[in-house]
């Protein structure tokens, strides 16, 4: 169960019940006035990030390697698109837990990553198999 969806609103009621103890009517609308700042910050960025994905073609990164390095376990979907500026390609059936996108970059290196429930668990990074250049041998 996601307890954050339960414990912070449970915690802005708190906020503005201390508020209205501490202040009456002036404390509620200061604590009310903070709540609908924060929540503004949060879609603000959730905009920005947007608007910068949807100039990018979908499953786009700059470099898989750098992606898979700045990658940690349960970071949410909307950080793993600001750090690639691209919307991930789909893999998984639409709808379905786990979800997994990919993302790739020019030379076919690519970033699986699995989300549960919005926070990512695992991802790998799948790199193509290296051509022998002309001057090489063959190993025997």
């Known amino acids: 169960m996601n307890w954050q969806k339960i414990l912070v609103p449970i915690a802005g009621v708190a906020l503005i019940a201390g508020a209205w103890n501490a202040a009456g009517w002036q404390g509620v609308a200061i604590v009310v006035g903070g709540i609908v700042m924060w929540m503004l910050l949060h879609f603000t960025r959730m905009m920005a990030v947007l608007k910068r994905s949807s100039d990018r073609p979908v499953g786009w990164v700059g ?3 750098m992606l898979n390095a700045k990658l940690r376990p349960g970071v949410n979907l909307l950080h793993v698109m600001a750090i690639t500026r691209s919307l991930g390609e ?8 786990p979800e997994i996108f990919r ?3 020019g030379t076919e290196s690519s970033v699986s990553c699995e989300f549960v429930n919005g926070k990512l668990v695992k991802w790998a990074l799948v790199r193509p198999p290296a051509e022998p250049e002309a001057g090489d041998a063959p190993a025997p």
């Open 63 to 65: 470099s898989a390697v």
């Open 103 to 105: 993302w790739t970059d």
């Open 90 to 97: 789909l893999v998984s059936p639409k709808d379905s837990q």
